[in-house]
Structure formats: C-alpha cells, structure tokens
C-alpha cells in the first residue's frame, strides 16, 4: 500500500466510493481495501456466491504480429518468457513469467492467443517496466500496445457463471482458461474464464465507457456483492496464488517457486525451443539438480495469523534461520490463520515442524500442501 498524493483513478473509482469502498493508494491508484460488508464477509461471500473486483489497475497489452501471423508473434514472446507461447492455440489462455538474466522473475502474467494477435494482462506495480520491456524485445515483430481505454473486472465464485451468463449466455460454455470476445450491454468485450481466487469465476475487459453500467448490472444480482483487495489477497491466499513482490520476484527463480509447472517441457533441457529466455542457464540447470530454497505453504499450529517477514526456524532455540514467510494472514474459508513462504529445500516436505518468530516468541507451523482450498475451477 502507498500514500502517493496524486493516486490515479479506474474507471470505477467513483462508483467504488458510492459503494462506500475505503480507498488506499495501491500500486499508485485509489483502490477499495474493503466496502462495508468487511474483509471477512467479503470473502466468504466469494467462496459461497459471487464478488465483484475492480481490477482495472492491471496492464492490458496488444501484441500485434507486423506480419499479421501470430505465430510471430508468440515467438518473439518466447524470447521474455519461459513458456510455450507458440503452443496455445486460439482461444485460450496461459499462465507467464517475465525473468531477467539471473533467473529472477520480473513479474508473472496472463497472455491470451486472440487468433490474429496476443493479449497480454500484466501486473498494476510492474505495468509500465513491463510495457517497456515488451517494446524493447519485441517492437521488430510486433505492435505493442498498451490499452488505456478500457476497465478490467473480475468476477470470482460459484455464481460467477449464472450472474454473467445472463447477460451473455454464451459464456456458460467456456471452460477454465478460455478466452472469446463477448458482445455484453452493447459492448465488446474480451472475457476469460479465469481469476485470482481459487473459484471459477471470469475476467471482463470492457471499453471504459461502458464500465460502470456494467458493474451497476452485474450488482443488481444480489448473488454478486462488491469485494476489495483486503478480500482479494486472503482469497489469493487461500489458493496458494503467488503475489508479485511478496511471494515472487528478482530474487525467487521458477524452481525455487515451485511455478514449475509453469514452464513447458517444450522450453526445458531436450525440447524443440529449449532455451533462449533470460536467465535460461540458470532456470534450466535448476531443474536438473533443484533449487537451494522453495516456497511451500505454512500452516500455523495456533489462531494468531503469522504475517510476511516472519523469520522460520527449526526449533525453539536455534539461531539460524531456515526459511522466511512471505504472505500470511487469515484464512477465513479455513477459520484458521494460514501462510506461505521459503524454506531450504531439505526440509520443504509436508508434515516438517518448525518455529516462526512472532514479537520475539517462537510458535509453531507445518510445512502444507497448497493449495489450502480445492480449487473450483471448471475444467
């Protein structure tokens, strides 16, 4: 969070106010921790109904191949990233890394194969680094343009379909990570069934426009209630979803973020376009003998919820510590405080007890699977 005087506004700032959204500064905008309902409520209600983010503090990028291919386009991509662009086909959706020449991540995104260009949505804090990094890598194959026009709107939970659907009915038969352009209110609109919450749920880039009446619409299901990020980032976090800065970033590799899966085999040690990424030496040596360090869930043993920067040890007396939380706080679908972070590889199983250091006290935790919920996402 930041006090930045001059905050930058979505196109739903003011109707987030009206909503009685207390507003922060975040990634330098005005954006609603949390509307009256609180934090807690706000959260269950996602996990139960459906709840309403204004995300549109989010990068959204064109990259239009000069050649008109997109295959071009998603070659020069693969330059940036360690993902098999050149694979997706049209219509669907992938999970990305920027990483630099060390193997660190500059940021995680979501780009979508459109058929004739790629559509890339990028982190809020990281969005202008990230813009400037595309037009450097890849401005001799494609446009890269930055979409300043229009709002970005998550729609998270088990009424997400129902609530959406009636406004656009054909986006009912969307599965998990599909991506089409949707006519809603008169507008086109590009939607993908995906999200940040651990629910099924779906992502809406509308013109700026038509923003507000499409929240307004949305709102007047009483299944959808309006959530802030407070909701956001314990839903997040429930779901074992990294955030950039805190859970991932320059220091943190693929591996060591266990985002393995991120990366295709096409891109590793003996594939087609093995290589050719930043960093490539690094993340691809680490994949044949593991990382020194990797981030695994952390189950507190009490009620109190051990937050980011919480130093981890292996018992109750030992100086050196083995591990640092990076994301914690209250998980309320699990009624208990939950977290996650590093730990040396050697004792990254699930079950291994450790002590984390609060206000000078060492409490207890387990090493977790995660995520800490079972993801709802409709395959």
Request: net charge negative; aromatic share 6%.
């Amino acid at each position: 969070m930041d006090d930045t005087a001059d905050l930058k506004k979505t196109p739903l700032t003011a109707l987030n106010i009206e909503l009685g959204g207390k507003m922060v500064g975040f990634a330098g905008y005005e954006m609603p921790v949390q509307f009256p309902e609180g934090v807690m409520k706000e959260h269950l209600h996602t996990r139960a109904k459906a709840g309403l983010f204004d995300v549109s503090h989010m990068g959204q990028v064109i990259l239009r191949p000069k050649s008109g291919k997109v295959e071009d386009a998603a070659l020069a991509l693969e330059r940036l990233v360690p993902v098999d662009v050149l694979g997706l086909k049209p219509g669907r959706q992938r999970y990305g890394l920027f990483t630099d020449a060390q193997g660190g991540i500059l940021d995680d995104l979501m780009f979508a194969n459109r058929g004739d260009h790629l559509f890339v949505v990028v982190n809020a804090g990281c969005k202008e680094q990230d813009v400037a990094l595309m037009r450097a890598g890849l401005s001799d194959v494609c446009e890269v343009i930055e979409l300043t026009d229009r709002a970005l709107v998550a729609l998270q939970g088990p009424a997400a379909e129902s609530a959406l659907a009636a406004l656009a009915p054909e986006v009912a038969s969307m599965a998990f990570m599909d991506v089409r352009e949707v006519q809603i209110l008169g507008a086109p609109c590009i939607v993908s069934r995906s999200g940040y919450s651990g629910e099924d749920g779906y992502e809406v880039s509308v013109p700026e426009g038509k923003a507000v009446e499409f929240v307004r619409t949305l709102l007047s299901n009483p299944d959808v209630h309006p959530i802030g990020l407070g909701a956001r980032d314990s839903l997040r976090l429930e779901a074992g979803l990294c955030l950039y800065g805190n859970d991932i970033d320059t220091g943190t590799t693929p591996v060591a973020a266990a985002l393995e899966w991120a990366v295709q085999k096409v891109r590793r040690t003996g594939g087609a376009r093995a290589g050719g990424f930043p960093g490539a030496d690094v993340i691809l040596a680490e994949f044949e003998r593991g990382a020194s360090r990797r981030r695994v869930g952390i189950a507190p043993e009490g009620r109190a919820p051990i937050r980011g920067g919480a130093e981890l040890f292996l018992d109750e007396t030992s100086d050196a510590p083995v591990g640092r939380i990076t994301s914690g706080g209250f998980g309320p679908t699990l009624n208990a405080p939950v977290a996650m972070g590093y730990v040396a590889t050697s004792i990254a199983q699930p079950g291994t007890r450790l002590f984390a250091e609060l206000r000078g006290k060492r409490l207890p935790v387990t090493v977790a699977t995660l995520p800490f919920i079972t993801p709802g996402y409709k395959r």
